[in-house]
């Protein structure tokens, strides 16, 4: 198509492309455990928090995703018994998300998966053109 010139030459396109491969490669390895990355990523979250516990503003905000995104991906890991869902105390309105115990094991697996990747992906590229990249993001 004609478009692919301009597609190959813009910062906008070629991040987003690259991005989703990425995210591809990762979901591969995610798919054993029948989780997306933003729930893996979740999880792991709450594993390396104090008392495995946030709230639901801490989550949204974290991942940058609505509330009716993280609200359902909650609901698909509370469904699978991994995490508990409750509302704080002087706030019925405000709710706190808590890691089960039978979720910990799971949590050492994806923090595995994902240095494995993050590992594979910079091993690619020189520590100084990993450091100019990020610099370059933050111009962007």
């Known amino acids: ?75 698909l890991l509370e469904n699978k018994k991994l995490i508990r869902r409750s509302a704080q105390k002087g706030d019925r309105r405000a709710n706190d998300v808590t890691l089960r115990d039978e979720a910990k094991d799971l949590c050492i697996k994806l923090i595995g998966i994902f240095d494995q990747h993050q590992r594979e992906v910079e091993s690619r590229v020189e520590d100084s053109e990993l450091k100019d990249f990020f610099s370059t993001l933050e111009k962007l």
């Open 1 to 75: 198509m004609k478009i692919l010139q301009f597609l190959s030459q813009s910062p906008d396109f070629q991040l987003d492309s690259k991005s989703k491969q990425l995210k591809n490669q990762l979901q591969l390895r995610l798919n054993e455990h029948d989780l997306t990355r933003t729930q893996a990523l979740f999880l792991v979250a709450l594993y390396f928090e104090e008392g495995h516990q946030v709230s639901f503003d801490q989550l949204s905000q974290t991942f940058e995703i609505s509330k009716g995104g993280l609200s359902q991906n909650l609901s």
